[in-house]
């Protein structure tokens, strides 16, 4: 081992991802980082092992670039001008508008993210690879099992940036040159490589619903391999659905583990979500340790929402970011008045989906309704309000399916009706937008032991049966296609009774672009999706018009990654 190759472990506030682990996180410092001073215990071990998951976990759920460059952009997600508010020199308008460039802050963290997160996974493996564990007294396989587990973070990393950028430098080790970007293939054969390695040191799930600590089983390497298949058209211009087929069939028959859907949605997102049986991968979380909210909530909920949840501490949020409206000014659909095949994500729902209400929190952990929309009066205690702190300061906040400034309008003001309000991504108010709570739900003051203690989900068995439904469809076989969404689709309604069930009559390329909204609202993967249906670049929807310019399915590499090696390659047209 190098000496002080070690970078970034001796930080404090590090702990034990693993349950197997049991980790001091007392810093203990060392004048040079070599096998016999730092690896003398376990524990040193774990340290080590651990460093690249505490960005993974950052990475998957905290932080905002990645998650933002897959949903703006997108029908799903917007960040809308509000008044003096989120402009930023017109930044999430651009984003809006796939005007795109390498001067734009998320798509430098975009590329800084997974290129650190593959430094840091090579750099603990090759650490890892100079400790004698038998000396240490470790489990037959554990060595096996950790450098195998840092393979697949080099992988889940790399199939980020080829999906971002295409093609990316490829690296074995920490110790070679700096390297120019490899092809878009070789980036892909790569990732795949990785899995295969890994894969038959791999822990398999045994135990169906037993608590997930983000240890990487065999089924989220597998996962990883059936979204490298499922976006190979993309990637690489090569069909692999079939091949993706496969691998899904085996997740769901066991063969990678144990795993199932889980009846209740509210378990999957909820506050105890760690044994939910439809997990495959998690970012782990709990209150004032390690919490997380899937990028979610600083951006999304309204300045004083905190104040509908009883005053809930640590819950201060920005007002940014909610669902492209479905409705007009006038209350009119877009779908209808402007043929709009995309987009309208709330009333996509069914209103008879148990997701589609406002969010409350019942207590004891319990909650019902995944939406921030309508009168924000807490049900629970007619004094838990959300009131405006802009345009209707002091004034209960009603969050509308809408983008437009209502409060413009009226005698003496700029508008004389709402029929001359224009609704765009730069006119939006404070209460514009219908708001997501999915992967951040919240307690109220009187339970705030449960404040960041659901998990964030990165992979979960519902992505698998969709990809199958997919690939299924792709190969002529609708109606086993609407078996598997379906199976999903029945929780979300009493009794299973669903009004509009998918069919082999009913399922196109549109319905299957909603279904794959619907089930994944917000969670971060609508982008690809777009461009896997050719919609990225060629469809219109609210505010967006097509472009039809294919090298805006690779954003650009920023100017300050280029101008750190030379050696980069600009994508094409920026």
């Not at 506030?13 to 349950?19: D, F, Q, S």
């Not at 092992?49 to 998650?67: D, I, K, L, M, Q």
């Not at 877009?334 to 589609?356: C, H, N, P, Q, V």
């Not at 029945?490 to 998918?502: C, I, L, S």
Request: hydrophobic share 35%.
């Amino acid at each position: 081992m190098k000496k002080n190759n070690i970078f970034g472990l001796l930080i404090s506030g590090i702990i034990g991802l693993l349950a197997m682990s049991s980790c001091s996180v007392e810093p203990e410092f060392y004048s040079e980082t070599v096998p016999e001073t730092f690896f003398t215990t376990q524990d040193a071990v774990w340290q080590r092992f651990n460093r690249p998951f505490t960005h993974w976990r950052w990475y998957a759920g905290h932080n905002a670039a990645y998650w933002m460059l897959q949903e703006l952009g997108t029908d799903e997600i917007c960040i809308p001008t509000r008044g003096s508010d989120w402009y930023n020199g017109g930044n999430y308008q651009r984003h809006h508008h796939h005007e795109y460039d390498d001067h734009m802050s998320w798509i430098s963290d975009g590329w800084k993210n997974f290129a650190m997160g593959q430094a840091l996974a090579w750099d603990a493996l090759e650490s890892l690879k100079d400790v004698d564990f038998d000396a240490l007294g470790f489990p037959q396989g554990t060595r096996e099992s950790m450098i195998a587990q840092q393979q697949i973070l080099v992988a889940y990393f790399t199939l980020c940036g080829l999906d971002l950028f295409g093609g990316v430098p490829l690296y074995t080790t920490t110790k070679s040159e700096v390297r120019g970007r490899s092809t878009a293939e070789q980036t892909f054969n790569y990732t795949d490589s990785l899995i295969s390695e890994a894969l038959p040191a791999l822990d398999a799930k045994d135990v169906l619903g037993a608590m997930e600590t983000n240890v990487v089983h065999k089924a989220v390497a597998a996962a990883l391999r059936a979204r490298l298949y499922f976006g190979a058209q993309v990637y690489i211009g090569k069909d692999m659905y079939a091949e993706c087929a496969q691998v899904c069939q085996d997740i769901i028959d066991g063969k990678y583990g144990k795993y199932d859907i889980d009846p209740d949605w509210t378990n999957v997102f909820g506050f105890f979500n760690e044994t939910s049986p439809e997990i495959i991968w998690t970012v782990p979380s709990e209150n004032v340790q390690n919490e997380t909210d899937g990028t979610f909530w600083s951006y999304m909920a309204h300045y004083n929402y905190k104040n509908y949840l009883g005053g809930l501490e640590g819950s201060g949020s920005n007002n940014g970011c909610g669902l492209c409206p479905s409705r007009d000014p006038q209350g009119r659909l877009y779908s209808e008045t402007m043929g709009w095949k995309l987009g309208g994500a709330f009333e996509k729902f069914e209103d008879s989906d148990i997701r589609k209400q406002n969010y409350v929190y019942d207590g004891k952990g319990k909650y019902h309704g995944m939406f921030i929309v309508g009168e924000l009066i807490n049900p629970r205690n007619p004094d838990w309000k959300c009131e405006g702190g802009r345009e209707y300061k002091k004034k209960v906040i009603t969050m509308r399916d809408q983008v437009a400034r209502f409060s413009e309008v009226g005698e003496g003001k700029k508008y004389a009706s709402i029929n001359d309000l224009p609704s765009s991504i730069a006119t939006a108010e404070e209460n514009s937008c219908v708001r997501v709570t999915k992967r951040c739900p919240r307690p109220t003051q009187d339970e705030v032991q449960y404040k960041g203690n659901p998990d964030c989900p990165v992979i979960r068995l519902a992505e698998i049966y969709y990809m199958l439904a997919e690939c299924k469809m792709r190969a002529g076989k609708k109606d086993e296609a609407a078996n598997l969404i379906n199976k999903i689709r029945a929780r979300y309604f009493v009794g299973g009774n669903d009004p509009n069930p998918v069919t082999a009559a009913n399922l196109d390329k549109w319905r299957m672009l909603d279904e794959w909204m619907i089930e994944f609202l917000c969670e971060g993967r609508r982008r690809i999706d777009l461009i896997r249906w050719d919609c990225y670049i060629q469809e219109d929807w609210w505010d967006h018009k097509a472009t039809n310019d294919t090298h805006l399915l690779h954003y650009p590499i920023h100017y300050s990654i280029t101008g750190a090696n030379n050696k980069l390659v600009q994508n094409p047209g920026y």
